[in-house]
């Protein structure tokens, strides 16, 4: 674990090497798993206001899900997060005719919102670890070919979660991550 500013940054994330192929999974992530994805307060409340926008795209399932529990619920371990439909699928996932799955939020291109951080940032999860928030990269059966591809590409997951990173944590802290990888790269090769 490394520590950058106010947050604990798993070394796997400087290590592993990861590229979504959404070729060979077809987005899978958003319609697999056993509860939805995490999101913020803040996210729960612009998700909210864009719902006008999203319902009308959102599959009948998904509109009976929010009339009867509301985008996000609280999980077992009691985190925020959106609903599903049928215990698995995400509430604005939609599948299109060639069976690739795609985010509506994404595809509505939205000015004012991209999709949940969580989403974005994803392999890697947040956690809370007192006062600071540790990064922590999470394996998925459903990832091995993407975890194929970015060794394939030579593409550490920090480099390609780039965007995602910035967005979250900001570019002076992404740059102190790229430093600190360098870094560390540095020594692991002359060990």
């Avoid at 674990?1 to 060979?24: A, G, R, W």
């Avoid at 299109?96 to 509506?104: E, M, Q, R, V």
């Avoid at 989403?119 to 070919?145: A, F, M, Q």
């Avoid at 480099?159 to 990173?165: D, G, H, N, Q, R």
Wanted: glycine share 6%.
């Amino acid at each position: 674990m490394i520590l950058i500013k106010d947050t604990i940054v798993s070394l796997e994330v400087l290590e592993k090497e990861f590229c979504c192929d959404i070729d060979n999974c077809k987005g899978c992530c958003c319609i697999e798993g056993d509860a939805g994805a995490p999101v913020t307060e803040d996210e729960e409340r612009i998700l909210s206001e864009l719902l006008p926008e999203l319902l009308p795209h959102m599959t009948k399932e998904a509109r009976g899900v929010v009339a009867k529990q509301g985008i996000a619920y609280n999980d077992p371990s009691g985190e925020r997060v959106l609903s599903i439909v049928n215990d698995k699928d995400c509430i604005f996932a939609r599948t299109d005719h060639n069976g690739w799955c795609y985010c509506l939020i994404e595809r509505l291109n939205t000015q004012s919102f991209k999709k949940p951080i969580s989403c974005h940032l994803y392999p890697i999860r947040l956690t809370k670890v007192g006062n600071l928030t540790g990064l922590e990269y999470h394996r998925w059966d459903i990832c091995h070919s993407s975890r194929q591809l970015g060794h394939k590409l030579h593409l550490p997951l920090y480099k390609f979660l780039k965007e995602p990173l910035i967005r979250r944590f900001g570019q002076e802290w992404y740059d102190e991550l790229c430093l600190t990888a360098d870094e560390w790269q540095k020594a692991k090769s002359n060990q």
